[in-house]
Nanobody
Framework: VQLQAFGGGLVQPGGFLRLSCAVSGTILSINTVAWYRQAPGKQRELVAGISSGGIKNYADSVKGRFTCSKDNAKNTVYLQMNSLKPEDTAVYYC???????????WGQGTQVTVSS
């Protein structure tokens, strides 16, 4: 199983970005995918997740601003990030959690920097 995240970059406060996570080696319809982020000097934290059945959950800090979605046909998960704040600056990672045995598979991170 491999995951590849991309779409990060530098954006001004109030701006938006869309991250993508392309999954190979398994299919999304039977797995859960989550987005985590890690800011410098801080622990990695859960940002959002979407289950195999399409149920979504979000950290309180991003509710109403971030939207997690997936395209099973493309085996890709997205994180639409709107109204970005400087505190959203972090490396963002996608991870696949197997519904079968709970195994975690991590992709490489993508840097998101929110700064004027």
């Amino acid at each position: 199983v491999q995951l590849q995240a991309f779409g990060g970059g530098l954006v001004q406060p109030g701006g938006f970005l869309r991250l993508s996570c392309a999954v190979s080696g398994t299919i999304l319809s039977i797995n859960t995918v989550a987005w985590y982020r890690q800011a410098p000097g801080k622990q990695r934290e859960l940002v959002a997740g979407i289950s195999s059945g399409g149920i979504k959950n979000y950290a309180d800090s991003v509710k109403g601003r971030f939207t997690c979605s997936k395209d099973n046909a493309k085996n890709t998960v997205y994180l639409q990030m709107n109204s970005l704040k400087p505190e959203d600056t972090a490396v963002y990672y996608c991870t696949l959690i197997s519904d079968d045995d709970g195994s975690h598979y991590w992709g490489q991170g993508t840097q998101v920097t929110v700064s004027s």
